[in-house]
């Protein structure tokens, strides 16, 4: 089958938490540079948040950032949606006064909407803290993609879905756990991100190849013609997977390459 496109998940398909993976991510490289692979990127971080792997990749075509709120090619904005930040303004003050911790994908980065003692000891304690002081901040304010986090226990957050749904129905809503959701504009998920940079490539569905580990890479598995989910990954995605890899993380990522596009073999289906 021919591959013209191939786009991975980066957090959990890529990269694991805490784990040092860079003689992977060197022999990904290697393997897209010999073989010239037409290689992107789909996540849900924004583009700052993905611009250090970019480059060590190598990759050089447009990625899809925020779980496809976004297409960005360094320095070029080809695609974007943004939820409506009056809107979205109770959610956001509903979730903080639970002492959820809330972070706010806006302009390429991500920043926190008030440092707690979760955001601190998490990998996003990094970020700066910001949130609109005044009504004049909030009309300026823009919002790409927000993440909401209930740090204590399941359940609560169901009160925060149900508050968005109150307000609006123009948004996508992303559930990773019982504890944490993502929420882009509607219509907004990886797979319709994908599509439309294979729209923008001119590159049928049914030539790309995805990567993926977990459920919010569910819905690229379902518009691309070819998919691999890594060792790692949760079963529902290894269920929906052309392929599934005998090794986790990028390590897994290559196996596949090499399979789908290098003429090599391993892994089992």
Known sequence: MKISLIVSDIDGTLLPEGTDVQDGIKELAELIREYDLPFSLASGRPLQGMTELRKALGISLPMVVC????????????????????????????ADS?????????EG????????????SRPFRQEEEYRPRSEEEWSNYTVQKL???????PGRMDLVVKEIRRITDNCQIVWYDSRGIEVMPRGCTKGNGVRALAEYLQVPMEEV????DNKNDLDMFDL?????????????????ADYVSSRPFVYGVVEGVKKFCCGESGGKI
């Open 98 to 106: 639970l002492g959820m911790a809330i972070i706010v994908s806006r």
């Open 109 to 120: 980065i991500d920043q926190v909407y008030r440092k707690n003692e979760y955001t601190e």
């Open 209 to 212: 190849l995805v990567f993926g």
């Open 67 to 94: 779980n496809g709120s976004a297409i960005w090619r360094e320095g070029e904005c080809i695609r974007e949606e943004w939820l409506d930040a009056g809107t979205m303004r109770p959610v956001l003050e509903y």
């Open 147 to 153: 993440l909401i986090i209930d740090p204590e226990s």
């Open 224 to 240: 691309a013609g070819s998919s691999v989910a890594v060792k790692n990954g949760v079963e529902e995605i290894k269920k929906k």
